[in-house]
C-alpha cells in the first residue's frame, strides 16, 4: 500500500524532523512517502503563511532524505518550479486547482517522477482520465489505463468535490471511476476540509478522516495520503483537518484490518 504522509507545510526544520521522526515506524511497512510542501500558493489570504519557499524548502527536505532514506512528496505550482524540484523529490504532486494546467502537466512529466495529480473540487472523476493522458503522452503513451499509468509513474488523487459554499464531499464512486485509468490515493485530510469556512482560511473536520478512510479501504484503492502534525491545532496550514501520530497510527491498523479481508 503507497502511504503518503508528512505535514502540510514545511513550519521549520525543527518542525520537520520531529514529523519525520515519529512517520519512523511506516517507512519499512508501506511504500512510505513523506510530503511537506515548500509553497502553499493558494492560500485563502495573502496574509497567511506559505512556506519557507523552494530554495529553503528543499533544504530541508533533502536533509529529511539524507537522515532517514524516505521518498519525497512535494507540489509545484508553476513551471519552472518543476526542474528544481525533480531534483529532490520523487514524487511531483500537481495541486488540485492546477489539475488541468497543461504546461505544468507537460513539465512534470518530462521528468522521470512519479506525477501525483490531485482531482479538482470542481473536476468529474471522468474526466481525469485527460489530466492522466497529458502526462502519458507526453511520456510516448496514447492510452490512459491503469496499466500504462502505473507503468509510467502517473497517479491520481481524490480530495473531494466541492459541495454549495465552504463544504466538501467524497463521493465514493469516484475512487473506482478514476482506477480505471490510473493508480487512486485517497487524500482523507484534504477531504474532510471545509474551504474559507474559518474566515478568510480553511476550517475541516478531522474527526471524519477515519470514517472516511475506511470507507476508501473498503471500496479497494492503491495508497492514502494524511498530513499529520503532532499539534494540528497550533499548525500554521491546514490545522482543522490534519490529524496527530496517534490518530494515524489508530487508523492504518484499521484500514490494515479492512486490506486483509
Same mark, same amino acid.
Given at each position: 500500500?503507497?502511504?503518503?504522509?508528512?505535514?502540510?507545510?514545511?513550519?521549520?526544520?525543527?518542525? !520537520?524532523?520531529? !514529523?519525520?521522526?515519529?512517520?519512523?515506524?511506516? =517507512?519499512?511497512?508501506?511504500?512510505?512517502?513523506?510530503?511537506?510542501?515548500?509553497?502553499?500558493?493558494? $492560500?485563502?489570504?495573502?496574509?497567511?503563511?506559505?512556506?519557507?519557499?523552494?530554495?529553503?524548502?528543499?533544504?530541508?527536505? =533533502?536533509?529529511?532524505?539524507?537522515?532517514?532514506?524516505? @521518498?519525497?512528496?512535494?507540489?509545484?505550482?508553476?513551471?519552472?518550479?518543476?526542474?528544481?524540484?525533480? &531534483?529532490?523529490?520523487?514524487?511531483?504532486?500537481?495541486?488540485?486547482?492546477?489539475?488541468?494546467?497543461?504546461?505544468?502537466?507537460?513539465?512534470?512529466?518530462?521528468?522521470?517522477?512519479?506525477?501525483?495529480?490531485? @482531482?479538482?473540487?470542481?473536476?468529474?472523476?471522468?474526466?481525469?482520465?485527460?489530466?492522466?493522458?497529458?502526462?502519458?503522452?507526453?511520456?510516448?503513451?496514447?492510452?490512459?489505463?491503469?496499466?500504462?499509468?502505473?507503468?509510467?509513474?502517473?497517479?491520481?488523487?481524490?480530495?473531494?468535490?466541492?459541495?454549495?459554499?465552504?463544504?466538501?464531499?467524497?463521493?465514493? $464512486?469516484?475512487?473506482?471511476?478514476?482506477?480505471?485509468?490510473?493508480?487512486?490515493?485517497?487524500?482523507?485530510?484534504?477531504?474532510?476540509?471545509?474551504?474559507?469556512?474559518?474566515?478568510?482560511?480553511?476550517?475541516?473536520?478531522?474527526?471524519?478522516?477515519?470514517?472516511?478512510?475506511?470507507?476508501?479501504?473498503?471500496?479497494?484503492?492503491?495508497?492514502?495520503?494524511?498530513?499529520?502534525?503532532?499539534?494540528?491545532?497550533?499548525?500554521?496550514?491546514?490545522?482543522?483537518?490534519?490529524?496527530?501520530? &496517534?490518530?494515524? &497510527?489508530?487508523?492504518?491498523?484499521?484500514?490494515?484490518? !479492512?486490506?486483509?479481508?
Amino acid at each position: 500500500m503507497i502511504l503518503i504522509a508528512g505535514p502540510c507545510v514545511i513550519e521549520s526544520r525543527e518542525q !520537520i524532523f520531529k !514529523i519525520a521522526e515519529y512517520l519512523k515506524p511506516y =517507512n519499512e511497512k508501506y511504500d512510505f512517502y513523506f510530503k511537506a510542501s515548500y509553497d502553499k500558493a493558494n $492560500r485563502t489570504s495573502l496574509n497567511s503563511y506559505r512556506g519557507p519557499g523552494i530554495d529553503k524548502g528543499l533544504e530541508i527536505l =533533502n536533509e529529511v532524505k539524507e537522515k532517514f532514506g524516505y @521518498k519525497l512528496l512535494t507540489d509545484v505550482h508553476e513551471t519552472w518550479q518543476v526542474k528544481k524540484a525533480a &531534483e529532490v523529490v520523487d514524487v511531483l504532486q500537481i495541486p488540485a486547482f492546477l489539475c488541468r494546467q497543461t504546461d505544468l502537466l507537460v513539465e512534470a512529466a518530462k521528468t522521470d517522477k512519479v506525477v501525483n495529480i490531485k @482531482k479538482g473540487q470542481f473536476m468529474n472523476p471522468a474526466d481525469m482520465k485527460y489530466s492522466v493522458l497529458k502526462v502519458l503522452q507526453t511520456r510516448g503513451c496514447n492510452e490512459a489505463t491503469y496499466e500504462n499509468s502505473l507503468k509510467h509513474k502517473v497517479w491520481l488523487t481524490e480530495r473531494g468535490t466541492t459541495f454549495g459554499y465552504g463544504n466538501l464531499v467524497v463521493d465514493m $464512486r469516484s475512487l473506482y471511476i478514476m482506477r480505471e485509468y490510473a493508480p487512486v490515493i485517497f487524500d482523507a485530510t484534504h477531504a474532510v476540509q471545509m474551504p474559507g469556512g474559518a474566515g478568510g482560511k480553511s476550517s475541516g473536520k478531522r474527526e471524519y478522516v477515519p470514517v472516511l478512510s475506511r470507507a476508501a479501504a473498503a471500496v479497494g484503492i492503491d495508497g492514502f495520503f494524511f498530513e499529520t502534525h503532532y499539534n494540528p491545532d497550533e499548525a500554521l496550514s491546514d490545522g482543522p483537518n490534519m490529524i496527530t501520530p &496517534e490518530t494515524l &497510527e489508530k487508523t492504518l491498523k484499521e484500514i490494515d484490518c !479492512i486490506n486483509k479481508c
